[in-house]
């Protein structure tokens, strides 16, 4: 990639960061006091997102693979999976962020397609793990309430039916997705929508035989690389539990929960919740409010204080803009090592 070209993309993430840093609603005083309570249990929660970010590399590489050699180091697919996070957290939607950054970083060594589909294809399976994480998360809330250790009134019933639908049909749509392919499809979707038609109509037209490529390299992986799939699966499915313990380390100042292990369920379970909550409102920079939000009623449907959602929502905040400067800040290094021609 271009020098000039990765400029725009720190100098997009760097005004998000900025943005977002004005409009972060707590006060100095509050925020020094959360840290200094978090204490050595934010450098805990700093650590266990390099271990999730080396499982996220470790996904991609195995999906690289997955249709040939990978010629890429680890450590660049790494820099490369903590620079997309960042940038996906810090635009709306992504749209200026990770999966185009990542593309273009990737194309000298794989070229356009290969680079192409692995990304797309790691973008498919962390929300596939993602759906099964969330549909995990109701039969764990029903068994905790059949236990009554959790309440289950009409209103949750109705949370757990519309997760129980969504869950179904996002994992309903991505194993078609798998089966057959989706770019074309969703370049179909796109030439639908008023103001997209036209450009839709030329793109699918101009790259129709990379598109098909592209696709027939995504039902691949399932299909017939059926140990790189499940592989890669694994790994994004158990980084979600982990990330659990970002939640548990938390709870654990506050001695909420009845014991170590309960305590890890109901981290599991704000997490889950919260997680769905905030990705339903994608369209936000760094999901800013949702998240929040999410902490807020997870954490009361548990049965803990306003205090804590909020303890645990300022440090997770925390957490995320010091991984989305790390992110950018890693845009700028390694950059000069020259590309395996192919």
């Not at 089966?179 to 699918?204: E, H, Y």
């Not at 339903?280 to 939000?293: A, D, H, K, V, Y």
């Not at 954490?299 to 205090?307: E, H, L, N, R, S």
């Not at 890693?330 to 090592?337: A, D, E, H, I, S």
């Given at each position: 990639?271009?020098?000039?070209?990765?400029?725009?993309?720190?100098?997009?993430?760097?005004?998000?960061?900025?943005?977002?840093?004005?409009?972060?609603?707590?006060?100095?005083?509050?925020?020094?006091?959360?840290?200094?309570?978090?204490?050595?249990?934010?450098?805990?929660?700093?650590?266990?997102?390099?271990?999730?970010?080396?499982?996220?590399?470790?996904?991609?590489?195995?999906?690289?693979?997955?249709?040939?050699?990978?010629?890429?180091?680890?450590?660049?697919?790494?820099?490369?999976?903590?620079?997309?996070?960042?940038?996906?957290?810090?635009?709306?939607?992504?749209?200026?962020?990770?999966?185009?950054?990542?593309?273009?970083?990737?194309?000298?060594?794989?070229?356009?397609?290969?680079?192409?589909?692995?990304?797309?294809?790691?973008?498919?399976?962390?929300?596939?793990?993602?759906?099964?994480?969330?549909?995990?998360?109701?039969?764990?809330?029903?068994?905790?309430?059949?236990?009554?250790?959790?309440?289950?009134?009409?209103?949750?019933?109705?949370?757990?039916?519309?997760?129980?639908?969504?869950?179904?049909?996002?994992?309903?749509?991505?194993?078609?997705?798998?089966?057959?392919?989706?770019?074309?499809?969703?370049?179909?979707?796109?030439?639908?929508?008023?103001?997209?038609?036209?450009?839709?109509?030329?793109?699918?037209?101009?790259?129709?035989?990379?598109?098909?490529?592209?696709?027939?390299?995504?039902?691949?992986?399932?299909?017939?690389?059926?140990?790189?799939?499940?592989?890669?699966?694994?790994?994004?499915?158990?980084?979600?539990?982990?990330?659990?313990?970002?939640?548990?380390?938390?709870?654990?100042?506050?001695?909420?929960?009845?014991?170590?292990?309960?305590?890890?369920?109901?981290?599991?379970?704000?997490?889950?919740?919260?997680?769905?909550?905030?990705?339903?409102?994608?369209?936000?920079?760094?999901?800013?409010?949702?998240r929040e939000g999410g902490f807020a009623m997870s954490v009361a449907q548990m049965g803990m204080t306003a205090d804590i959602g909020l303890f645990?929502?300022?440090?997770?905040?925390?957490?995320?803009?010091?991984?989305?400067?790390?992110?950018?800040?890693?845009?700028?290094?390694?950059?000069?090592?020259?590309?395996?021609?192919?």
């Amino acid at each position: 990639m271009k020098n000039k070209t990765r400029n725009i993309f720190f100098a997009f993430g760097l005004i998000a960061v900025v943005v977002m840093l004005f409009t972060f609603k707590v006060s100095f005083v509050q925020l020094w006091a959360d840290i200094c309570r978090a204490g050595y249990w934010l450098f805990a929660i700093f650590g266990l997102w390099v271990i999730l970010y080396i499982m996220n590399a470790w996904t991609w590489r195995i999906i690289i693979r997955g249709s040939g050699d990978c010629p890429i180091p680890f450590w660049k697919i790494l820099k490369l999976t903590i620079t997309g996070f960042a940038l996906n957290y810090a635009t709306p939607a992504g749209l200026m962020g990770g999966e185009p950054y990542k593309i273009m970083e990737l194309k000298p060594y794989i070229g356009t397609q290969r680079a192409t589909s692995s990304v797309l294809l790691f973008a498919m399976m962390h929300i596939f793990a993602h759906f099964w994480f969330w549909f995990t998360s109701i039969a764990v809330y029903l068994v905790l309430a059949c236990s009554n250790l959790l309440p289950l009134d009409v209103g949750m019933s109705i949370v757990l039916l519309f997760m129980l639908c969504f869950c179904g049909g996002g994992i309903y749509l991505f194993i078609r997705g798998y089966k057959n392919g989706m770019v074309v499809k969703i370049i179909k979707f796109l030439s639908r929508i008023p103001g997209l038609k036209k450009w839709a109509n030329q793109f699918a037209e101009s790259h129709k035989e990379d598109l098909q490529k592209i696709d027939r390299q995504i039902s691949e992986l399932q299909s017939q690389n059926q140990r790189s799939f499940y592989g890669s699966f694994a790994l994004e499915y158990v980084g979600r539990i982990l990330q659990s313990f970002e939640i548990y380390f938390m709870l654990l100042l506050f001695d909420a929960g009845t014991g170590g292990g309960l305590t890890f369920v109901y981290a599991f379970l704000i997490l889950s919740f919260t997680s769905l909550f905030a990705n339903l409102l994608f369209f936000m920079p760094l999901q800013l409010g949702g998240r929040e939000g999410g902490f807020a009623m997870s954490v009361a449907q548990m049965g803990m204080t306003a205090d804590i959602g909020l303890f645990v929502s300022i440090i997770c905040r925390v957490r995320e803009l010091f991984w989305t400067a790390i992110g950018l800040l890693l845009m700028k290094v390694g950059n000069k090592q020259p590309p395996i021609s192919r």
